[in-house]
């Protein structure tokens, strides 16, 4: 077999374009990756990320306890403000009491402050960037009172 010398520029540009090849398949390998980690979070519903909170240190008093980092879990940054508010309709201890173009507002609560001695609330407020996608969660825990 015999090796052709070819021109700088040619040979430069010919490494150039193979090494470009394998980056642009990472990229699309690392979407479709967050892809399937967002819908794979998603299917396991609110119930699970709602006993994860629950069964997390319990407030005490006035007590606010952040649970964000549980929430964004469950729900992924960059999920659809469709999927999310979708997800919450599905739980029975959910109501949505805010709903905007850019924010979501959700409560969830266990028991009731008079009948349950435990009873507990999680406040959740979903921030959407203009594209409608995800952008930030804040999540507290408290008692009820």
Same mark, same amino acid.
Request: proline share 5%; glycine share 4%; hydrophobic share 45%.
């Given at each position: 077999?015999?090796?052709?010398?070819?021109?700088?520029?040619?040979?430069?540009?010919?490494?150039?374009?193979?090494?470009?090849?394998?980056?642009?398949?990472?990229?699309?390998?690392?979407?479709?990756?967050?892809?399937?980690?967002?819908?794979?979070?998603?299917?396991?519903?609110?119930?699970?990320?709602?006993?994860?909170?629950?069964?997390?240190?319990?407030?005490?008093?006035?007590?606010?306890?952040? !649970?964000?980092?549980?929430? !964004?879990?469950?729900?992924?940054?960059?999920?659809?403000?469709?999927? !999310?508010?979708?997800?919450?309709?599905?739980?029975?201890?959910?109501?949505?009491?805010?709903?905007?173009?850019?924010?979501? !507002?959700?409560?969830?609560?266990?028991?009731?402050?008079?009948?349950?001695?435990?009873?507990?609330?999680?406040?959740?407020?979903?921030?959407?960037?203009?594209?409608?996608?995800?952008?930030?969660?804040?999540?507290?825990?408290?008692?009820?009172?």
């Amino acid at each position: 077999m015999a090796i052709r010398k070819l021109p700088g520029w040619t040979m430069s540009f010919a490494i150039a374009a193979a090494a470009m090849l394998p980056l642009s398949s990472c990229g699309m390998a690392g979407a479709q990756n967050a892809n399937l980690t967002r819908d794979r979070a998603m299917k396991s519903g609110v119930h699970d990320m709602l006993e994860e909170i629950y069964s997390s240190p319990k407030p005490v008093r006035f007590e606010q306890l952040d !649970v964000s980092a549980i929430v !964004v879990k469950h729900i992924p940054l960059g999920t659809e403000k469709a999927a !999310v508010a979708d997800s919450f309709k599905s739980s029975p201890s959910s109501k949505i009491i805010e709903d905007s173009a850019d924010k979501l !507002v959700v409560r969830d609560n266990k028991g009731q402050a008079m009948l349950d001695p435990d009873a507990r609330s999680v406040v959740m407020t979903f921030s959407f960037d203009a594209s409608g996608k995800l952008a930030k969660v804040a999540a507290v825990h408290l008692k009820n009172q």
